[in-house]
T-cell receptor, first 115, second 112 residues
Framework: KNQVEQSPQSLIILEGKNCTLQCNYTVSPFSNLRWYKQDTGRGPVSLTIMTFSENTKSNGRYTATLDADTKQSSLHITASQLSDSASYICVVSTYGSGNTGKLIFGQGTTLQVKP | NAGVTQTPKFQVLKTGQSMTLQCAQDMNHEYMSWYRQDPGMGLRLIHYSVGAGITDQGEVPNGYNVSRSTTEDFPLRLLSAAPSQTSVYFC???????????FGQGTRLTVV
């Protein structure tokens, strides 16, 4: 069964500190892995997208890594800001041949940044 | 570009009522989909469409209908609302290949 598991479920950090969120997946066929940020009451917004051959991808203070061998990904947030308080969702795409495929969503990690 | 537009943003229904959640995109995307988001769970696919006139079921389709008469619009119909359909609903669109998927702002539905 295709699954995406995220940890921790929730996290509280102080402003200015770094943090790392984890994502493990068992999805086949694998097309790409994305990290989304979802602010409260809003839709998810893409942070990074990585294909099988990409090990790391950055977007400002956000850096995602991918280990396709162990099927693990992480999202590292540097010098956190209050605006980073949100839910972070790991999503794996199964898009493959025949123009078919789906997005498999993790349950998300809720990050709270305190002043 | 407005992106993906969902209406309404909030809705309260009584059990047994029907309604349609609207979704429109102005990016000429072939692929559109509906998800529901429940506490502690990842987004789950309800229905999706790979082009006008083509729809298919996702993971949790029961109680919902869709149609895709144009590229731009993909409405989701609740036939007879049940409390189990209380959720936040997201519409999404992308080009074929599911790269760069864009989400609407969500519709918070409560069925009492």
């Amino acid at each position: 069964k295709n699954q995406v598991e995220q940890s921790p479920q929730s996290l509280i950090i102080l402003e200015g500190k770094n943090c790392t969120l984890q994502c493990n997946y068992t999805v086949s066929p694998f097309s790409n892995l994305r990290w989304y940020k979802q602010d409260t009451g809003r839709g998810p917004v893409s942070l990074t997208i990585m294909t099988f051959s990409e090990n790391t991808k950055s977007n400002g203070r956000y850096t995602a890594t991918l280990d396709a061998d162990t099927k693990q990904s992480s999202l590292h947030i540097t010098a956190s800001q209050l605006s980073d308080s949100a839910s972070y969702i790991c999503v794996v795409s199964t898009y493959g041949s025949g123009n078919t495929g789906k997005l498999i969503f993790g349950q998300g990690t809720t990050l709270q940044v305190k002043p | 570009n407005a992106g993906v537009t969902q209406t309404p943003k909030f809705q309260v229904l009584k059990t047994g009522q029907s309604m349609t959640l609207q979704c429109a995109q102005d990016m000429n995307h072939e692929y559109m989909s509906w998800y529901r988001q429940d506490p502690g769970m990842g987004l789950r696919l309800i229905h999706y469409s790979v082009g006008a006139g083509i729809t298919d079921q996702g993971e949790v389709p029961n109680g919902y209908n869709v149609s895709r008469s144009t590229t731009e619009d993909f409405p989701l119909r609740l036939l007879s609302a049940a409390p189990s359909q209380t959720s936040v609903y997201f519409c999404a669109s992308s080009y074929k290949g599911l790269v760069k998927t864009f989400f609407g702002q969500g519709t918070r539905l409560t069925v009492v």
